[in-house]
């Protein structure tokens, strides 16, 4: 079987898909990707660089640094221009420079820069300042290629809209809209709701609701993609009679589109629901972002995964899309059941990435991960177990001890009883190497 029949992509298609532009995303949930990239070694007609980032979370530095000594071993002389500009590392600065060392390298040649595992580093504000600065400043001939299992809305949107990128590699990605760019663009509204909740319209904030109601409503319909208006009635107003809470709903939820249309600006209304069937469900007028939607698909994806590689990757990016509890400045009732629900979800991501590593014997980064967990769950009697056997294996005795210390305290101050045989048991054990 030819790898183009493995890959859904012949080079010809990859060439015309990139032609012109400076970015491309290779978004590998296709099978055999490294089949499709020894492909694009074997015929690609232009000199190829590959670099492979290694390592956990690598600062932007840190892997630009590697990349031009492992470079420089090779091409003897890359990097004079990176390796200058890490002296006093801005990210603008060091787009710059890998733009003008790239540039040298190639004088008039075609070359594309191939970056893999991209997964690993994180997508931050630094980045987004580096990438754009060396987009800005690469030559015609020079291209960048990124391949990840993870790419999300910032920093690529933009340039995708602008035609700086491409994607290639989504036949199976789900919810890929971030990529989709409509003629004439739909309104792209990103909602965050891990943390003290915020939403943007094509990049501007929300910053007046017109009360707490129209903003609590939007998130409520954010988190409730199809729901009825009788859930919606019991929710936020189980007291008034239905024709009451009509009345106040219908305004709500025009103070919602308000919000929306005004940070459009086209004179338009944008309504964020629709109904159909009895049900409020996602407008079409509208592209969504959600964090939270991407934080539980993540999780899910990580569940079902093929590889203990492809696991590992979906729970660092569920791990950090959960910046802080849901909603923080909210205490309605459904807003607190869903806030312990996402911390749920988020202690179990944790804790499956401690076993991961626990499998692998890397009990530091498995201890890590579980007492990070505890401090989300720290009823959970089966993950201090872990950590003090860990902690028994590491001949910490005393670390075990105080672990079995505080979980009898907690057990005892919220549910009243002790620690179960299995752990007493465990306990003895460690007391017989103290």
């Not at 290629?145 to 994607?167: H, I, K």
């Not at 729901?227 to 106040?248: G, Q």
Request: net charge negative; hydrophobic share 40%.
């Amino acid at each position: 079987m030819i790898p183009q029949m493995i890959t859904n992509l012949t080079i010809q298609e990859f060439q015309e898909r990139s032609r012109g532009k400076k970015v491309i995303l290779l978004y590998p949930w296709v099978n055999y990707r490294t089949i499709f990239l020894t492909h694009l070694i074997q015929n690609l007609d232009k000199g190829l660089l590959y670099y492979r980032i290694i390592g956990e979370n690598p600062k932007l530095e840190e892997w630009l640094s590697s990349m031009a000594t492992e470079f420089d071993q090779v091409l003897e002389g890359f990097g004079s221009h990176l390796k200058q500009a890490l002296i006093n590392p801005k990210p603008a600065r060091l787009g710059e420079a890998l733009a003008a060392d790239l540039a040298d390298y190639a004088k008039n040649e075609n070359i594309l820069l191939f970056i893999d595992e991209f997964d690993r580093a994180p997508l931050n504000g630094k980045f987004r300042e580096f990438i754009e600065a060396a987009v800005k400043n690469l030559p015609d001939n020079i291209q960048l290629s990124f391949s990840s299992r993870r790419l999300t809305y910032e920093p690529w949107y933009n340039m995708v809209a602008r035609g700086d990128a491409c994607v290639v590699g989504t036949e199976y990605r789900k919810d890929d809209v971030m990529f989709e760019i409509d003629e004439p663009g739909r309104p792209q509204l990103e909602v965050y709701s891990l943390g003290r909740g915020y939403a943007l319209v094509n990049g501007q904030m929300i910053t007046n609701w017109d009360g707490a109601l129209p903003r609590n409503l939007f998130f409520y319909f954010m988190d409730h993609p199809l729901v009825t208006r009788d859930e919606i009635f019991a929710t936020f107003w189980p007291d008034l009679s239905v024709k009451e809470a009509t009345n106040v709903f219908h305004v709500t939820k025009r103070k919602i589109s308000e919000r929306i249309s005004m940070k459009v600006g086209d004179g338009k209304s944008y309504e964020l629901t629709q109904y159909s069937g009895g049900f409020y469900m996602p407008s079409e007028k509208i592209v969504r972002h959600y964090d939270v939607a991407d934080f539980q698909s993540a999780i899910e994806r990580a569940m079902v995964a093929m590889s203990d590689e492809q696991e590992k990757t979906l729970l660092v990016e569920a791990i950090e899309l959960y910046k802080a509890p849901f909603i923080q400045t909210v205490e309605m009732p459904w807003v607190v059941e869903r806030r312990d629900q996402l911390r749920q979800l988020y202690a179990q991501a944790l804790i499956s990435m401690a076993r991961l590593h626990k499998r692998r014997n890397e009990l530091d980064h498995a201890l890590g991960f579980f007492i990070r967990a505890l401090k989300e769950t720290p009823e959970r009697e089966d993950i201090h177990r872990e950590v003090m056997s860990i902690y028994l294996k590491q001949d910490m005795i005393e670390d075990a001890q105080r672990q079995y210390q505080s979980l009898e305290k907690i057990l005892h101050d919220s549910l009243n009883i002790g620690p179960s045989r299995e752990t007493r048991e465990l306990y003895e054990v460690i007391s017989a190497h103290s």
